[in-house]
Nanobody
Framework: VQLQASGGGLVQPGGSLRLSCAGPGRTFSVYRVAWFRQAPGKEREFVTAIRWYGGSPYYADFVNGRFTIARDTAKNTVYLQMNSLKPEDTAVYYC?????????????????WGQGTLVTVSS
C-alpha cells in the first residue's frame, strides 16, 4: 500500500492547513489510517486515527478539538484539517495505515507509511 502525503507548508500561528493522504488507485484495503508527527529532535508521536470503514476517530490529548480527521472512500484519501495552529505543532506529518485491528497509537502498529509533509507554524 503506497501512501502520498501532501498539504504541508508555512502558516502563521492561529492559521489552518489541510493535509491529505492519498491511497493507491485501487481499493484502499486497510483497517485504519492515522496521522503521526515528528518534530526536530523528538520521537514520532500519534496525532489521530480513523477506521477506514467507519467509526469514531481517536485523537491525541494535545489536539484539544483543533484537528479533525476525515476520510473520502470514493477518493481513497484521508484528510487532516488543522485549525488554531501553534508553533509547537511544527513538525513533519506522516500518514500511516494498517491492516491490523488491534493497537493504533504507536508507530510500530502501522506497516504502511507516506513520505511526510512539513508543517511550519511561525510568524
Amino acid at each position: 500500500v503506497q501512501l502520498q502525503a501532501s498539504g504541508g507548508g508555512l502558516v502563521q500561528p492561529g492559521g489552518s492547513l489541510r493535509l491529505s493522504c492519498a491511497g493507491p488507485g485501487r481499493t484502499f484495503s486497510v483497517y485504519r489510517v492515522a496521522w503521526f508527527r515528528q518534530a526536530p529532535g523528538k520521537e514520532r508521536e500519534f496525532v489521530t486515527a480513523i477506521r477506514w470503514y467507519g467509526g469514531s476517530p481517536y485523537y491525541a490529548d494535545f489536539v484539544n478539538g483543533r484537528f479533525t480527521i476525515a476520510r473520502d472512500t470514493a477518493k481513497n484519501t484521508v484528510y487532516l484539517q488543522m485549525n488554531s495552529l501553534k508553533p509547537e505543532d511544527t513538525a513533519v506529518y506522516y500518514c500511516a495505515a494498517t491492516r491490523s485491528t488491534s493497537y493504533w497509537s504507536s508507530p510500530s502498529d502501522y506497516e504502511y507509511w507516506g513520505q511526510g509533509t512539513l508543517v511550519t507554524v511561525s510568524s
